[in-house]
C-alpha cells in the first residue's frame, strides 16, 4: 500500500502565514480564512489518501487498451473519476457562471498537488480538461461557452490539447493538420495528431478537442495556425449528444511511465471542428494559458517527488543497516535504522528542502496568476511570464531528480517493482518533456522572457530581491539566508551581464548557457522563498506558536538549502562564463 498522506500543514503554513492570502486585497480571496482554507485542503487530502493513491500502482500495473476503437482506462479509475466530480473536485477555481465554485487559482494547485502526489496519470484526465475549459472560458464566444463549459466544469465531457504530430513538435511552423472552410460556418479537420493526452477514455460521456490546424490565406510558420474545437460527438441545438465526429484514436502509444492516462494517437477525418479565438490566431490563444498550463506541468515535478520523498522517509526508519559512527541507536535491535547514516540524510534533507522551496514557489506563481487575472495587476503578470519557464523547466528537472533520489534510499529495493519508487521515477520523467522541453523553456527564459518590455521584468525581480535582504538588515538570525542570497542573486545579475556583453555578437554564447541560467534563476528563487519562510516561522515563533517543532524543522530545513543547494549558483555561473566554445567547436561529424 502507498504510505502517502498529503502535507496539509505546510500548505497551510504557505498559504496563510508566507503569502498571507486572507489578508490579500484580491476579489475571490475573501473567503479564504484560515479555518476555511483547511477544512479544504483535509477533505482534499483525505480523497488523495483513500480514493486516488490506491489507484496508483493499478494504473501503472494495468495500464489503458485499446478495444474495438475505445479506450478502456484501469479498474476502478471510473469509480474514482464519479466520486471527484461528485465532491465537486473538478470545479473548484471554475467559473460559478457555468457552474465552478470560483475559487482562487492559488487553492486549486495546493488540492492539485495532492492529487498529483497522489496519483498523477488519473489527475489529468480532469487537468486537460481544465487546459481546455480555460482556452473556451478566454477565447470562446457565448455561444461555445454555453455549449461546452458546464458539461467541462463537471467533466461530464473532458477536455485534449492537440498541438503534436509526427513530424512536428518544438516547431509546430511545421504543421500538416488542414482546416477547410465549410458552408455552415464550421471547419473539416483533417490529419494525425500524436501523443494526445487523455485523448479517448471511458470517463465520460464526450470528448472535447481543442486542436490547432492550418486554415487557408494564414501563411507560413506558425503564423497560419488556428485552433478548433472538435467534439468526439457532435453536440445537438438542445445540448444532447448527436452523431459521432471524424475522430478516431489510431493507437495508444507505449510509454514509460503515467501508464494510467491515455496517450493516443488521434486521426482527423474531415472531422467537423468550430474556430476558437481568431483565424490564423490559435498560437496566440494558446499562449494565453501557457502560464497556467506550465505551471501545472512545474507541479507535477515536485508533487511527484513529494509521494517518491514520503515513501523514502518511511523506509529510511524502518530499514536497518550498519550502525551510527557516532555509536549505536538502536542497541536492542541487531542494527540501526539507515536514517542514522549521514549520507542518507543529506539524501532525505535535498529532498524535503526542495520540494518544500518548490511548493512555496509554485503557490507564489499561482498566486501572482490570480493577482493578474483578478486584480488586473499588470505586475504580477509580467513577472509570472518571467517565472513561467523556470517553474515549469526547473521545478521538473530537480523533481526528477529528486525522485531518482528517493529512489536511491531503498538501495536495490527501489529500483524492482516490488516497492513503488520505479513508478515514481518513471511518472516524474514526463514533465522534463512534454509542454515544451526543459530546453525550451530555458530558450524561452533566456532568448524572449529576459528581455520582455525592456527587461523591466527581470530588472524588478531583482529590486525584489535586494529589498527582501534589505528588509533583514541587522537581523542576525536571518543572516544564514540574506548573505548566501545576496550572493546568489549576484551571481545571476553577472550571468544576465555575460549574455547582453556577448550573445549579440555570437547568439550561440548566450544559448549555450541557457540551461545552466535557468538552473540559476531556480535556485534565487528557492532562495528567495525560503528567506521569506524563514521570516515567517521566526514570525511565528516570536509570536508563541504553540508548533514549534515545525517551525524550528522549517528554519533547519532552510539553512539546509541555503547552506547546500545555493553553491550550485557559482558552477552555473562558470558554465554560462565559459561562452560557445566548449559547447559548440566540436565539428558535427567528431561526435
Ligand atoms: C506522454 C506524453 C504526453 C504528451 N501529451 C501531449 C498532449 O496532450 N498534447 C500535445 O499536443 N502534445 C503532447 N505531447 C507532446 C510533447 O509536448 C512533445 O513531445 C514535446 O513538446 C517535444 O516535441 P518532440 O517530442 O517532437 O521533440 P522535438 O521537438 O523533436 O525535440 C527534440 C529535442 O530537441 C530539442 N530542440 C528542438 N528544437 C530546438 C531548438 N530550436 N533549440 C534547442 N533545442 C531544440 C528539444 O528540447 C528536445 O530535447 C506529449 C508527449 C508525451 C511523451
Avoid at 117 to 126: D, G, L
Wanted: aromatic content about 8%.
Amino acid at each position: 500500500m502507498p504510505n502517502f498522506t498529503a502535507n496539509t500543514k505546510d500548505m497551510q503554513f504557505v498559504l496563510q502565514e508566507l503569502l498571507k492570502i486572507s489578508q490579500a486585497d484580491i476579489p475571490g480571496y475573501e473567503e479564504m480564512e484560515p479555518d476555511f482554507t483547511e477544512a479544504v485542503l483535509d477533505a482534499a487530502g483525505k480523497v488523495s489518501a483513500e480514493v486516488l493513491a490506491p489507484l496508483n500502482e493499478v494504473g501503472d500495473k494495468e495500464g489503458c487498451v485499446l478495444e474495438n476503437g475505445v479506450v478502456r482506462t484501469p479498474k476502478g479509475f471510473d469509480k474514482a473519476f464519479a466520486a471527484m466530480k461528485e465532491g465537486g473536485w473538478t470545479a473548484l477555481d471554475c467559473d460559478p457562471e457555468f457552474g465552478g465554485q470560483g475559487m482562487p487559482y492559488v487553492l486549486n494547485c495546493a488540492v492539485g498537488e495532492m492529487f498529483v502526489s497522489a496519483n498523477m496519470a488519473f489527475n489529468m484526465y480532469q487537468g486537460l480538461t481544465h487546459g481546455a475549459y480555460s482556452a473556451i472560458h478566454t477565447h470562446g464566444t457565448e455561444d461555445q461557452k454555453a455549449t461546452y463549459l458546464p458539461k467541462m466544469v463537471t467533466c461530464d465531457w473532458t477536455g485534449t490539447m492537440n498541438l503534436t504530430e509526427p513530424h512536428c513538435g518544438t516547431d509546430l511552423g511545421l504543421m500538416r493538420t488542414k482546416a477547410e472552410p465549410q458552408d455552415d460556418g464550421s471547419y473539416a479537420i483533417s490529419g494525425t495528431k500524436i501523443f494526445i493526452s487523455a485523448g479517448d477514455h471511458d470517463l465520460s460521456e464526450n470528448v472535447i478537442h481543442l486542436v490547432l490546424a492550418k486554415a487557408p490565406g494564414g501563411g507560413e510558420g506558425t503564423k497560419g495556425v488556428s485552433l478548433f474545437i472538435v467534439p468526439k460527438f457532435l453536440v445537438n441545438e438542445d445540448g444532447s449528444l448527436g452523431e459521432r465526429n471524424g475522430v478516431s484514436v489510431g493507437k495508444l502509444e507505449e510509454k514509460m511511465g503515467i501508464h494510467g492516462n491515455a496517450t493516443c494517437v488521434m486521426n482527423y477525418d474531415g472531422a467537423k471542428g468550430w474556430l476558437l479565438g481568431d483565424l490564423h490566431k490559435g498560437m496566440r490563444a494558446m499562449f494565453t494559458m501557457m502560464n497556467e498550463a506550465r505551471l501545472g506541468v512545474g507541479l507535477q515535478g515536485y508533487a511527484v517527488a513529494e509521494g517518491a520523498y514520503q515513501e523514502a522517509v518511511a523506509y529510511a526508519k524502518d530499514r536497518q543497516q550498519g550502525r551510527a559512527v557516532t555509536g549505536a541507536e538502536a542497541p536492542e535491535k541487531s542494527a540501526d535504522p539507515i536514517i542514522v547514516h549521514p549520507d542518507v540524510r543529506r539524501m532525505l534533507m535535498d529532498q524535503k528542502s526542495f520540494i518544500e522551496g518548490a511548493r512555496a514557489f509554485t503557490f507564489w506563481g499561482a498566486h501572482l496568476i490570480d493577482r493578474s487575472h483578478k486584480a488586473s495587476d499588470a505586475e504580477a503578470e509580467g513577472l509570472i511570464s518571467l517565472m513561467t519557464p523556470v517553474i515549469k523547466g526547473f521545478l521538473t528537472d530537480k523533481g526528477f531528480e529528486t525522485a531518482v533520489q528517493a529512489q536511491q534510499v531503498f538501495g536495490g529495493h527501489g529500483y524492482t517493482e516490488d516497492w513503488p519508487m520505479s513508478q515514481h521515477v518513471r511518472d516524474a520523467r514526463i514533465a522534463m518533456i512534454y509542454e515544451g522541453a526543459n530546453g525550451i523553456q530555458a530558450l524561452d527564459l533566456v532568448g524572449r522572457k529576459l528581455a520582455q518590455d525592456g527587461g523591466k521584468h527581470v530588472m524588478a525581480f531583482f529590486e525584489m530581491v535586494k529589498a527582501e535582504c534589505k528588509s533583514h538588515d541587522g537581523d542576525e538570525r536571518m543572516k544564514a539566508f540574506v548573505e548566501p542570497l545576496k550572493a546568489a542573486s549576484k551571481q545571476l545579475q553577472t550571468a544576465g551581464m555575460f549574455f547582453m556583453n556577448n550573445g549579440m555578437k555570437n547568439p550561440n554564447a548566450a544559448l549555450s548557457g541557457s540551461y545552466d541560467f535557468m538552473h540559476l534563476m531556480g535556485h534565487v528563487c528557492l532562495g528567495l522563498m525560503w528567506t521569506r519562510m524563514a521570516k515567517a516561522a521566526l514570525d511565528a515563533l516570536d509570536g508563541g506558536a504553540s508548533d514549534t517543532a515545525f517551525y524550528e524543522g522549517k528554519l533547519t530545513t532552510g539553512r539546509y538549502y541555503m547552506a547546500r543547494q545555493l553553491p550550485a549558483c557559482a558552477m552555473h555561473l562558470a558554465r554560462i562564463e565559459s561562452g560557445a566554445d566548449p559547447v559548440m567547436e566540436l565539428a558535427d561529424d567528431q561526435f
